[in-house]
């Protein structure tokens, strides 16, 4: 057992108090997964086994649910990261303004690649999708803070600050030393038959709550109530919708009134 994990139910102690407050803003308690998920990688540098099936017993659900959401964001980290985490954005306007020449540079000053992290478990690298800064490019982010107007000679400056710490960004929590990557080998695991960890004990791993719980039946009932022409391609479903709602609406105002 790593000291993390021995250290774990002091953490979940600490944090259980703002938990429920989390839990509390919701009407539906499993609204509050994504909050506490990123709580818990605050305190740990990244969501842990023990955060997942933690957060389940807290909200009610399988630990398959609490796993599929955090596997589902990539700003969730499912194994540790390094301390810095260097996202350089590959979009359309970062990569006419010299983004390739960017990441070269820092594959050559980090000595790693795409989802990798260096051999002191400092710096993780990521190559990512538009960072929504196309105004700035070539931009980047360090531990989510914006990098603009960034060019291959500032590289060099960049690694060299995180690595004597004098970087204008603070360094991620690290309770754990991170691998050389933090990407899973999903397809690997598929084609050999393996379940998720958070499905491993379930009843029924092939059901992580959406197949079964009163959100699914309502939608299935919705779905069955307005018959084969739900799925007629040719009507126009958003016109429809539209006056579902208002059908709904003039419904709820007549009940309303009666009261």
Same mark, same amino acid.
């Given at each position: !057992?790593? @000291?993390?994990?021995?250290?774990?139910? +002091?953490?979940? &102690?600490?944090?259980?108090?703002?938990?429920?407050?989390?839990?509390?803003?919701?009407?539906?308690? $499993?609204?509050?997964?994504?909050?506490?998920?990123?709580?818990?990688?605050?305190?740990?540098?990244?969501?842990?086994?023990? +955060?997942?099936? &933690?957060?389940?017993? !807290?909200?009610?659900?399988?630990?398959? /649910?609490?796993?599929?959401?955090?596997?589902?964001?990539?700003?969730?980290?499912?194994?540790?990261?390094?301390?810095?985490?260097?996202?350089?954005?590959?979009? #359309?306007?970062?990569?006419?303004?010299?983004?390739?020449?960017?990441?070269?540079?820092?594959?050559?000053?980090?000595?790693?690649?795409?989802?990798?992290?260096?051999?002191?478990?400092?710096?993780?690298?990521?190559?990512? @999708?538009?960072?929504?800064?196309?105004? $700035?490019?070539?931009? +980047?982010? /360090?531990?989510?803070?914006?990098?603009?107007? #960034?060019?291959?000679?500032?590289?060099?400056?960049?690694?060299? +600050? !995180?690595?004597?710490?004098?970087?204008?960004? &603070?360094?991620?929590?690290?309770?754990?030393?991170?691998?050389?990557?933090?990407?899973?080998? %999903? #397809?690997?695991? /598929?084609?050999?038959?393996? %379940?998720?960890?958070?499905?491993?004990?379930?009843?029924?791993?092939?059901?992580?709550?959406?197949?079964?719980?009163?959100?699914?039946?309502? !939608?299935?009932? %919705?779905?069955?109530?307005?018959?084969?022409?739900?799925?007629? &391609?040719?009507?126009? $479903?958003?016109?429809?919708?539209?006056?579902?709602?208002?059908?709904?609406?003039?419904?709820?105002?007549?009940?309303?009134?009666?009261?």
């Amino acid at each position: !057992m790593s @000291e993390r994990q021995e250290n774990f139910p +002091a953490l979940l &102690a600490r944090l259980k108090p703002e938990c429920e407050r989390i839990i509390a803003q919701y009407e539906n308690p $499993r609204s509050a997964l994504l909050p506490i998920m990123q709580l818990f990688q605050e305190h740990e540098g990244f969501v842990s086994q023990e +955060a997942m099936h &933690a957060a389940a017993d !807290m909200l009610g659900v399988t630990p398959a /649910v609490a796993e599929s959401t955090v596997s589902f964001y990539t700003l969730l980290y499912r194994r540790p990261v390094g301390k810095y985490v260097v996202q350089v954005c590959r979009g #359309l306007a970062c990569t006419i303004n010299g983004a390739e020449d960017v990441m070269q540079a820092f594959h050559e000053k980090l000595g790693v690649g795409h989802l990798e992290t260096t051999p002191d478990g400092l710096i993780s690298y990521e190559e990512v @999708e538009c960072l929504a800064a196309c105004d $700035r490019a070539t931009c +980047a982010q /360090v531990n989510l803070e914006f990098v603009y107007d #960034l060019e291959p000679k500032q590289v060099d400056g960049m690694v060299t +600050a !995180m690595r004597t710490g004098a970087y204008a960004v &603070a360094p991620r929590v690290q309770t754990e030393e991170p691998a050389r990557t933090w990407s899973l080998p %999903r #397809l690997g695991e /598929v084609a050999r038959g393996r %379940r998720s960890a958070g499905a491993i004990g379930t009843e029924s791993p092939d059901n992580a709550g959406g197949v079964g719980d009163e959100p699914g039946i309502i !939608m299935l009932d %919705r779905i069955v109530e307005r018959g084969p022409s739900f799925y007629d &391609a040719t009507r126009e $479903r958003a016109v429809q919708e539209a006056k579902d709602v208002v059908a709904v609406i003039e419904e709820e105002k007549g009940s309303r009134a009666a009261h």
